[in-house]
Nanobody, 122 residues
Framework: QVQLVESGGGLVQPGGSLRLSCAVD????????IGWFRQAPGKEREGVAC????????TAVDSVLGRFTISRDNAKNTVYLQMFNLKPEDTAIYYC???????????????RGQGTQVTVSS
């Protein structure tokens, strides 16, 4: 059984930074991608960034390019989402998910975390 646990969310002022963590527990040899998604109140869940285990290649949605960075620490089985210059529109519940490919489709991922709240407000 694979489990993903997010942490690092919180309240931050506009322009501030946060680093989210996604700890992966379990055997994941068949899976190559960990993605970060977010869902704001009243909006659909959207893919934010993704990283591949095989190549360490990354992708990110345009709205976070230059502000968010996804990375991984294989020794700790943890994927990070470093967020800089946060904006009120980044407020959402952030989820990580484990899948076979980096695609921006939530249901394509086989394992998903419970989410961590990020609130950007002054």
């Amino acid at each position: 059984q694979v489990q993903l646990v997010e942490s690092g969310g919180g309240l931050v002022q506009p322009g501030g930074s946060l680093r989210l963590s996604c700890a992966v527990d379990g055997v994941t040899l068949d899976y190559d991608a960990i993605g970060w998604f977010r869902q704001a109140p009243g909006k659909e869940r959207e893919g934010v960034a993704c990283i591949r285990s095989s190549t360490s290649g990354t992708t990110a949605v345009d709205s976070v390019l230059g502000r968010f960075t996804i990375s991984r620490d294989n020794a700790k089985n943890t994927v990070y989402l470093q967020m800089f210059n946060l904006k009120p529109e980044d407020t959402a519940i952030y989820y990580c998910a484990l899948g076979r490919r980096c695609v921006g489709i939530w249901r394509s991922y086989d394992y998903r975390g419970q989410g961590t709240q990020v609130t950007v407000s002054s």
